[in-house]
């Protein structure tokens, strides 16, 4: 499977020529065009692309994505181990340790045996059937990473000095289905990225230009934050994503007792699912990192060969039931899989 070239696609362009790889974020402060993506446990990959260009995202062909079969997926967190976690989050909350943590689940699909999975081939299929503004493919096999993503959110948008974030909480399929809760929790994590970019920003600099605005995306609605601020003197890309990551919006609040939380509860790693995804421009100071939600990858490093992997879950507050939580979940997920596994035109239909 290795016979398929490196390659990046962001924003209407696509970057080949691979020059370079490595896990230091100094180099993003260097030259060149860089891909990256970071594991939420903090593996760092910046692939620089020599030749980058003006390029849409191809149109779909058909058969040319084989994915998994749509009644193979496995969770990492079945549906009474995820509700169970909302409960001890919840008791975590009474507690006083947490304000709300992000619970999530990875869910797991064999890949065809013999085919050539292309995850920018996933990426069109992606681009057609649930179109997102910081979609983009890394394909860099020899390095272990094949990312498609469909990402709505925006972790990190650089432009000199400026740098912002755009935090997603709260998710419903119409606006009428938001809550209080879902205002409560996107207020409480635009505090914690407002605290996370000023570690990095010029004192007084951090803004809240937008809060709580209502987005529409395919088949859902999110309430949307923008938090901007101007980078301290000095402040390059090491300290920025030190400061930062992982996201707040897939953490919780406090991050540091959330992702205790997270790590007691969660089974499995979420990989580049709620880390950083996008791309790089050191020479025009440029950049755009989404977090790696609504995102698939694939992994080669089983015995059993290759699987197809996709996180999805949902901010656990006080406000929480553990049922509307999963089902959360499942309207997260249902659609991007169901495009995966090659039955788009089943998505507008009500399931059972």
Not at 46 to 58: I, L, N, Q, T, Y
Not at 70 to 97: C, F, K, M, N, P
Not at 109 to 122: Q, R
Not at 255 to 262: E, F, G, H, M
Request: glycine residues 12%; aromatic residues 6%; charged residues 20%.
């Amino acid at each position: 499977m290795h016979h398929l070239p490196p390659l990046a696609r962001f924003g209407g362009r696509v970057a080949c020529d691979l020059r370079d790889v490595t896990s230091d974020p100094a180099a993003l402060d260097s030259a060149g065009f860089w891909a990256v993506t970071a594991d939420f446990e903090g593996g760092l990959v910046c692939a620089r692309f020599g030749d980058v260009r003006a390029e849409p995202v191809p149109e779909a062909v058909p058969g040319r994505w084989q994915g998994p079969a749509a009644g193979d997926w496995t969770s990492s967190l079945d549906h009474d181990a995820y509700t169970a976690g909302v409960r001890h989050i919840r008791a975590q909350i009474a507690a006083g340790e947490v304000y709300q943590a992000n619970l999530c689940r990875v869910l797991t699909a064999p890949l065809p045996a013999g085919t050539t999975a292309d995850v920018d081939a996933l990426t069109a299929l992606l681009a057609r059937g649930n179109p997102a503004p910081y979609a983009g493919t890394i394909r860099l096999p020899a390095h272990g990473v094949e990312i498609a993503t469909a990402s709505p959110e925006l972790y990190l948008r650089r432009s000199g000095q400026t740098v912002e974030s755009g935090p997603i909480k709260g998710t419903g399929r119409t606006a009428a289905d938001l809550l209080e809760k879902d205002h409560a929790e996107n207020v409480m994590i635009v505090d914690l990225v407002r605290n996370d970019l000023g570690r990095v920003c010029a004192t007084g600099s951090v803004v809240v230009p937008r809060l709580c605005a209502v987005e529409a995306h395919p088949g859902l609605v999110h309430l949307v934050s923008t938090v901007r601020g101007e980078l301290a003197d000095g402040a390059g890309w090491s300290r920025l994503l030190a400061g930062t990551f992982p996201p707040g919006s897939v953490t919780g609040a406090p991050k540091s007792s959330a992702l205790r939380i997270i790590e007691a509860l969660e089974t499995v790693p979420r990989g580049p699912y709620c880390g950083g995804i996008g791309w790089v421009d050191a020479d025009r100071g440029t950049a755009e990192l989404a977090v790696g939600i609504r995102t698939f990858w694939i992994d080669r490093t089983g015995d059993r060969g290759p699987v197809l992997r996709f996180g999805t879950g949902a901010g656990i507050t006080w406000g929480s039931d553990p049922e509307r939580e999963w089902d959360e979940t499942e309207l997260k997920a249902g659609r991007l899989l169901a495009i995966a596994s090659g039955a788009e035109e089943t998505i507008g239909r009500t399931t059972p």
